[in-house]
């Protein structure tokens, strides 16, 4: 059984900066790639970084350059390090495992396909 537990979240103010973590139980996460995705309010999910077993990453556009994820796979954890949050980073977080992460070497671009093991979420809100 797969379980993936985040915590961190909380309100903070715009220019502010949160750490989320994900902790994962089971065989799932040291041979697998790792992501968190967001969902705001009347919007679908959405993919906003990921990392492979072998730490390569990928962000989305809007988080580039602010957002940071890492792993431990000593302590089955891995991390999302929000700086420079906006208000419209304001979502529901949740951590997803076991997903396609593919590096395509001649483009230097990657793709992450979600995989089926999700957490509960932790809401990040930040104010203006």
């Known amino acids: 059984q797969v379980q993936l537990v985040e915590s961190g979240g909380g309100l903070v103010q715009a220019g502010g900066s949160l750490r989320l973590s994900c902790i994962a139980s089971g065989s799932i996460f040291s041979a697998n790639a790792m992501a968190w995705h967001r969902q705001a309010p009347g919007k679908q999910r959405e993919l906003v970084a990921a990392?492979?077993?072998?730490?390569?990453?990928k962000y989305v556009d809007l988080v580039q350059g602010r957002f940071t994820i890492s792993r431990n796979n000593a302590k089955n954890t891995v991390y999302l390090q929000m700086n420079a949050l906006k208000p419209e980073d304001t979502a529901v977080y949740y951590c997803?495992?076991?997903?396609?992460?593919?590096?395509?070497?001649?483009?230097?671009?990657?793709?992450?396909?979600?995989?089926?093991?999700w957490g509960q979420g932790t809401q990040v809100t930040v104010s203006s």
């Open positions: 990392i492979s077993s072998d730490g390569s990453t």
């Open positions: 997803n495992a076991g997903g396609q992460f593919t590096q395509y070497t001649s483009t230097s671009r990657s793709t992450y396909i979600a995989g089926n093991y």
